[in-house]
């Protein structure tokens, strides 16, 4: 007898937190925060200038979140226990750092969006703002790469996919 649809989705999602809270747990065990007060207390500054960034990237298209998500979260994990535990049970910063760490990718559909913004973004700004011949250029170029480095970044369909999804 099949389940019906609303439970297989309820289930896959009971495996996503159970995932999610086994990958805090070995994260509880790896952190290794440093003994130096004052490193510790410039690594949680430093983390909660880099999550401020990472915010401000949800809203603003040529500014990324994930990277200095990540870095907030590594600033966390060698500054704080507790903040590290805080950042990765946010919903939406603690489901990047949880995936990255996981599984070294990031969302498919992360990816897309970020692609999209990346040509949208720096399309618009090659094409329109800049008067001068050669900052168009540069604008074009830097949008190549950072195009070209988000796309390299692997992914998975899902976060809440088993370990059978592949990567690409």
Same mark, same amino acid.
């Given at each position: 007898?099949q389940?019906?649809?609303?439970?297989?989705?309820?289930?896959?999602?009971?495996?996503?937190?159970e &995932?999610?809270?086994?990958?805090l747990?070995?994260a509880?065990?790896?952190?290794?925060?440093t /003994?130096? =007060?004052?490193?510790?207390w410039?690594?949680v500054?430093?983390g909660?200038?880099?999550? *401020?960034v990472?915010a401000?990237?949800?809203?603003?298209?040529?500014l =990324?979140t994930t990277?200095f998500?990540?870095?907030a /979260?590594?600033?966390? !994990?060698?500054?704080?226990?507790?903040?590290?535990?805080?950042l990765? &049970?946010?919903?939406f910063?603690?489901r990047?750092?949880?995936?990255w760490? *996981?599984h070294?990718?990031?969302p498919r559909?992360a990816?897309?969006?970020?692609?999209? !913004?990346i040509?949208?973004?720096?399309?618009?700004? *090659?094409?329109?703002?800049?008067p001068?011949?050669?900052v168009?250029?540069l604008?074009a170029?830097?949008g190549?790469?950072?195009?070209?480095?988000?796309s390299r970044?692997p992914t998975?369909?899902?976060?809440?996919? /088993?370990?059978?999804a592949?990567? /690409?």
């Amino acid at each position: 007898m099949q389940r019906p649809r609303n439970a297989a989705v309820l289930s896959r999602r009971a495996r996503g937190v159970e &995932r999610a809270e086994a990958i805090l747990q070995k994260a509880k065990s790896d952190i290794r925060v440093t /003994g130096n =007060p004052i490193v510790r207390w410039v690594l949680v500054l430093l983390g909660f200038v880099f999550l *401020a960034v990472g915010a401000i990237g949800v809203f603003v298209p040529l500014l =990324p979140t994930t990277p200095f998500v990540l870095v907030a /979260g590594a600033c966390f !994990l060698r500054g704080s226990r507790k903040l590290n535990v805080w950042l990765l &049970r946010t919903r939406f910063f603690g489901r990047i750092i949880r995936e990255w760490r *996981a599984h070294q990718t990031i969302p498919r559909r992360a990816k897309r969006i970020a692609l999209v !913004l990346i040509v949208l973004s720096f399309g618009s700004s *090659a094409a329109f703002f800049d008067p001068i011949p050669f900052v168009r250029v540069l604008v074009a170029v830097l949008g190549v790469i950072a195009f070209v480095l988000v796309s390299r970044i692997p992914t998975r369909a899902s976060p809440l996919e /088993g370990d059978q999804a592949g990567s /690409g």
